[in-house]
């Protein structure tokens, strides 16, 4: 998996959400900068699902509870937050999705700051793990600059 292939897709939606940001500000419920990216994703011509059900099982029985994703862009989970600060815990909700869907990508997005914050993360399949990357969709951990496991 390359996720540099995914560079414009996140591009877009970052772009998406600066504009929300921008419009908005900042501060206010998580919900209403989802309704309003899912908007502004439509209004440029990209396809969004907006809390999508993700499927919970245990023992290869499903459940009767889902997990609510915020919006999935084709292979790109997306996750809504409007806090103080990015903690450990909203990171694991975005990996528990990526692992569960096992899409290639997942960005973090945090509207509760004056600046828009952004992390951008991949699924790693064969070792189940989800690694940070910048900005140009590059895995920042060494172990994983290897070409031919990305």
């Known amino acids: 998996m390359n996720p ?27 919900p209403v900068y989802n309704e309003a990216l899912h908007l502004e ?31 999935v862009v084709d292979d790109v989970i997306v996750e809504l937050k409007s806090v103080k600060e990015l903690t450990s815990a909203h990171r694991a909700q975005l990996f528990n999705y990526l692992r569960l869907t096992q899409k290639p990508i997942g960005l973090l997005i945090n509207f509760g700051q004056p600046s828009l914050q952004g992390e951008r993360y991949a ?8 690694v940070l990357l910048d900005k140009n969709m590059n895995m ?3 172990e994983y600059a290897d070409e031919e496991k990305i």
């Not at 540099?4 to 998580?30: C, F, P, Q, T």
């Not at 919970?56 to 029985?61: G, S, V």
């Open 41 to 71: 994703l439509l209004d440029r011509g990209i396809e969004s699902e907006q809390e999508k059900l993700l499927p919970c099982f245990y023992k290869h029985h499903q459940l009767e509870k889902f997990y609510k994703m915020d919006l």
């Open 123 to 130: 699924y790693i399949e064969e070792t189940n793990e989800c």
């Open 4 to 30: 540099r292939k995914y560079k414009d897709a996140v591009y877009e939606i970052i772009g998406a959400a600066m504009d929300v940001h921008s419009e908005l500000n900042w501060g206010l419920l998580e």
């Open 140 to 142: 920042l951990y060494p």
